[in-house]
């Protein structure tokens, strides 16, 4: 309440009651959120009377300087922080999603020329060529891969992260490269080439420490990114 720059209890209750209505109709759990612990303060008779006090979480905090008097500087202060914070979150957010936009791009048109390489090498059984290279990344099959990640029946990649991606790109890129460079010919050696390349790019994320593309969960699908980031333009 000092902090605030109020000097009345009842004025500043009236602001932790609007903050308790914000955060029911949020529906969060007040009681978490504003604990009544209540203190013991002396009268001048020496005697002791019980008056309220509060623990607060952190959420319950932002609320209240949200629900504050404007006109003290203590409360505009933190509305004019949160505000930036909150706009600094929106421009992470953007910017992690036009990434990842970015990379699915770009993995789309080097899947293409993978499979054109690879279709001019010898390949005929794309399902199987395409497996093992997800199987030299991910230690897995498809199948595994989406049962692991609990995305049912959609594109792994549809449903990958920024970071998930680039070790994709980086598969089929030097996959593709190698076939073309090495003119492997043949289903089976090509296909052998698409799981050696993904065990390395594999085994490169171990030794820097990186997250297996497998441990790494799920984002929500590609197609549901475009709307929200026309939003955030706007």
Not at 1 to 17: C, G, H, K, S, T
Not at 61 to 72: E, T
Not at 82 to 92: C, D, K
Not at 99 to 127: C, D, H, P, W
Request: glycine content about 6%; proline content about 3%.
């Amino acid at each position: 309440m000092p902090l605030l720059e109020y000097d009345q209890w009842r004025n500043f209750e009236a602001v932790i009651d609007k903050a308790k209505v914000a955060t029911s109709q949020s529906n969060q759990n007040v009681t978490s959120h504003f604990v009544d612990i209540g203190k013991m303060v002396k009268l001048g008779s020496g005697s002791e009377r019980k008056i309220k006090d509060y623990k607060l979480s952190r959420y319950a905090c932002y609320l209240i300087a949200q629900n504050g008097d404007p006109s003290k500087q203590a409360i505009a202060n933190a509305q004019t922080y949160f505000a930036i914070q909150a706009r600094r979150q929106e421009v992470a957010t953007f910017e992690e999603e036009n990434k990842r936009l970015f990379i699915r791009q770009e993995v789309k048109k080097q899947n293409k020329q993978l499979f054109s390489t690879a279709s001019r090498s010898g390949v005929r059984n794309f399902g199987k060529f395409n497996d093992l290279g997800y199987l030299g990344l991910y230690g897995l099959h498809i199948p595994k891969i989406k049962a692991k990640k609990d995305i049912g029946k959609d594109d792994i990649l549809d449903r990958a992260g920024a970071t998930e991606l680039a070790a994709n790109l980086f598969r089929i890129t030097q996959t593709e490269e190698k076939i073309r460079k090495d003119n492997i010919i043949g289903e089976g050696r090509a296909s052998l080439t698409h799981f050696s390349v993904g065990s390395k790019v594999r085994e490169t994320i171990r030794k820097i420490g990186g997250t297996m593309p497998e441990d790494l969960p799920p984002a929500l699908h590609i197609k549901k990114l475009k709307p929200s980031q026309q939003k955030l333009l706007k």
